[in-house]
């Protein structure tokens, strides 16, 4: 199986970007342990991250090209803007992508309180700080075993 993690804007500035809701540690050691964790069992997992829209987009399209099994994806503040990364995920239907966050945006200012990308999601995942990717996961393991 082959699931792709996608993050967007900023969040390549993890574990020194305001420490104190993201944590202290870096995007590249999660996603590393992640891919560590799952390897043996049959899960390969691609990690992708970009500051700029229209590459998320792109990204979503090769991985429907790939055949990909699965997406988690934290598009960053695009979340609260973007109407085409919502377009992108309904366009590559059926591959599943869950929403995720590491703070609890609902937690937080009004402007994050508002997904734009969550109606075209199979779920959403927030406020679990950084193992809120290790949900995404395991949720999307779930989905291809019932
Ligand atoms: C975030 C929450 C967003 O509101 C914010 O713009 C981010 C990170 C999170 O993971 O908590 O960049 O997606």
New binding site residues.
Partial sequence: MKFIIIN????NMLGQ?EPG??GSESLEAVLQRLRDRYAPKGIQIDIFQSNHEGALIDRLQQAWREGCDGIVL???????TSVALHDAIRAIAPIPVVE??????HQ??A??HTSLISAACSGVI??FGTD?YRLGIEALAQMHES
Avoid at 74 to 80: E, I, L, M, Q, S
Wanted: charged share 15%; proline share 4%; glycine share 12%.
């Fill in positions: 967007g804007p900023n969040l970007r809701i993201y934290n598009a960053g503040a695009y979340t609260h995720v966050h590491i703070s609890n945006v937080r200012e402007f994050r927030c406020g809120s």
